[in-house]
């Protein structure tokens, strides 16, 4: 049982996730939200106040934080009373985050994997390049530390767990797939922060296939699925932190990614990467500045926070789960369908922020009612995923299957 | 009558000029070359001597030039004793050596106009805007100003005039048309510095048609054109320096110019432009850091220089000229084929390099025996063209016919 919501970031993720907060803040407390911009943390919680999305009257209060800086986040987390950390700011800051919530005991959540500024998709699996490292270190320390709890990773991963649980005896193969069929209106625009967008497709495509690692390149591997509501779409194989941890938990089964694509999509990204203008390595300009050409990128394209106001169409992300049922073969399609206008109606922010960041939020109710707080390092995985799919089916991201009984939204 | 040359630059081009000097070094006497990085000086002088390629013995020597001073370049052509200077640095640098040139008396050439660098593409006609402010200054000083006489604007503005003089009546339209039919087999290059290889198609496209400019944008007006050698070709209308001058001298015609692209690098160049990258403005990054992104895309491309060993073909560039003779419609095609291969064999760069670096030491050979040593700022379509087409075809670039006679070389 803890209580006292730390959100560290002030993007378009965390704008969902201070809505949330706000809109429980009957079970989460006080409200801080920290950010190296300060700014930005107070329009999150203008916005908050202008939507009137308090449930009880309370604290929401902004702070500016260097996340990187560990004993500034431990001060931060004991100045606040904070017991829950739900870190939604850059990758980069996951460990320095996680360090600080070990030193006071407070619960920590993230929805991205670790990463270094100057390293892409390092020795699989990757969780255990950083965050593993310190399981060991959370148990001592009786931490809660739900890692990658946004949809994909997150959702998805609880997906699998539940199919694996109620569905099937055997669990042959995993894929996930992640349909973004919505208009955003610009000429390009990637849905969240361009720099990782991006870092996400340059390195090697991971899949765990036959009981091992398989390298693919970024759109060698491509399938047309057939989906709810968003209908056929072309997705490619794809690297993503849940085949690194589902893997680990299903040795036995395929564990895949899939990421919906458009040509438009494809082209710009092919340019831009033969260019070298996604590399994270900085190139000297002829009057001899160094700089490093993805965020030269990022800071020509459009703020993904901008494109919530004009963004209409929905999302499809789910988990194709196969393997045997009473000794046949089965399969279900575990998914969720999202709308970006009604996230932007409800939250501010469009459907793929809505996604990611609801998660968490329904991870730390968890926490705050004792049903997750574990008092160890957890995949989402790991965790029961009915009470988990339960909250969000109430909170904005209700759960449907399709399988051979039909299509139909699930309860628990 | 003038002697000794100074070579401003140590790109692609200069390395052409200087093989070219070396090999008229008879003509020109002492040879001198300045950069602002002296060893690409040294690394061309070293070239020049490993081709053996000067004529007689005689001076080359190198400099560290900062071109953008006008002082310094003074200094260099006093101590150098230099009565010539073939500037094919940056066109960033035209004013400031055309001032020097005036201060010191020696004869000025450059191959492409003056840019300033947060501007594009102003006000036509565009030599309106720096050099022709200066014409009266070269003429009051007796200074000798050649603009714009590399291959395009340059030869082909001699080949209007010779069109003009010898094989029409009255001229109705000059359509230049470049094509590089050659293949670098990079993935993507631009064959000169992109920098300015972008800048001239970022901008409005201005063409000179029914008596007043026509602003139209890049890549709207394309046209198929099948030549001599290179075929079928796709070429696009294009803003360019010599539409500028021709219009001036033959205002009754339309004067347009057309350069040959393919699908890739329009591909390649709409996704850049439309994301804004090649923009000369300055954009922040996230981290705070100002810079100019079209330097980055400079940045991580292929050095032009670096494409001459493997870069393959021909090039065909020249004028359509349509008008009237002896009273009935006519038209001509005049114009050059050079080879890739050929190019570097002979002087160490591609062709490109090649067509713009050879046509300078022609004029300069011609300053130098004093038939076009005019004492007043001219572009190439205001002096006599035979005399320069005569040595062009002696020195590298021999001059073609296509007309209702047939397809054959000129002599003259």
Known sequence: MKKNCLIIGAGGVAQVVAHKCAQNNDVLGDLHIASRTVSKCDEIIASVHEKSAMKVDGVFKAHALDATDTAAVAALIRETGCEIVINVGSPFVNMSVLEACIETGAAYMDTAIHEEQDKICETPPWYGNYEWKRRDACKYANVTAILGVGFDPGVVNAYARL?????????????????????????????????????????????????????????????????????????????????????????????????????????????????????????????????????????????????????TGKTCIGDFVKGTKDGKPAEVFIYNISDHKDAYNEVGSQGISYTAGVPPVAAAMLIANGTWDVGEMANVEDLDPKPFLGLLNEIGLPTRIKDADGDRALTF
């Open 163 to 311: 199919a694996a649980d109620e569905y099937l005896d055997s669990v042959e193969s995993i894929d996930i797939v992640d349909i973004n069929a919505g208009s955003h209106g610009k000429w390009f625009s990637t849905n969240f922060d361009p720099e990782i967008n991006f870092r996400e497709f340059t390195g090697t495509v991971y899949s765990w296939q036959n009981g091992a690692w398989q390298s693919n390149k970024m759109f060698e591997v491509g399938h047309e699925y057939d989906l709810p509501v968003v209908g056929k779409q072309k997705a490619y194989m794809t690297g993503h932190d849940e085949v690194h941890s589902l893997s680990n938990r299903y040795p036995e089964a395929d564990v895949r990614f899939w990421m919906g694509f458009g040509d438009h999509y494809i082209n710009v990204f092919t340019v831009l990467k033969n260019l070298g203008l996604l590399s994270e390595q900085p190139v000297k300009t002829a009057e001899g500045q160094e700089v490093i050409p993805l965020k030269v990128v990022k800071a020509v394209l459009p703020d993904p926070s901008s494109l919530a106001p004009d963004y």
